[in-house]
């Protein structure tokens, strides 16, 4: 009985025999998916909006609207959840029975603090952007100004050879 090391190439790879000659032999790549699609049993979506809280079934804590200090309402979040936080511990001391609600509060204050921390993320993208270009930009000058020394030295040394060579 003869067994391969790995089993053999899908039987596809018979289309792209000829790519090197003609690289237009070749299949096109399929168009990119719209819409939703299914992947490991999850149904997933192209448009990258972030769901609102009330679309996911979680009651906001913190104004609506577009004009919202995410960092005061984060410090707020925060403060209700270390309040909370306390009470259960309260609560598991003193009536044990009853945390459920506790806790279900705690998973509210923790969603909401997840879903300001997400509508930040367009914000956190475009400045980590922008700081890479910034870098790029710098390192570009100074290896412009690498070049300009090394071409004056460059300079100055075929001035000083050229002395050297008129005194002989």
């Known amino acids: 009985m003869a067994t391969a090391t790995y089993p ?37 979506t192209t448009s990258d909006v972030l769901p609102s809280l ?5 009651r ?16 707020s979040l925060n403060g209700e959840l270390q309040l909370h936080i306390l009470e259960l511990a309260d609560i598991l001391i003193e009536r044990p029975s009853q945390y459920a609600r506790r806790v279900e509060e705690i998973s509210t204050v923790f969603k909401n603090l997840h879903h300001l921390l997400n509508s930040l993320r367009p914000h956190q993208a ?26 004056e030295e460059a300079r100055r040394l075929l001035n000083e050879s050229l002395a050297t060579l008129d005194d002989q």
Not at 60 to 75: C, H, T
Request: positive net charge; charged residues 35%; glycine residues 6%.
């Open 60 to 75: 906001q804590l913190y104004p609506k609207g577009a004009n919202v200090d995410f960092k005061k309402e984060l410090r």
């Open 8 to 44: 053999p190439p899908p039987p596809y790879y018979r289309l792209y025999k000829d790519y090197l000659e003609d690289p237009k032999s070749a299949p096109e790549p399929p168009p990119p998916i719209e819409g939703t699609y299914i992947c490991f049993g999850g149904t997933y």
């Open 126 to 151: 475009r400045a980590t952007l922008i700081h890479i270009l910034e870098l790029q930009i710098e390192r570009r000058k100074e290896a412009v100004e690498d070049i300009k020394k090394r071409r």
């Open 54 to 58: 009330e679309e996911q079934g979680v």
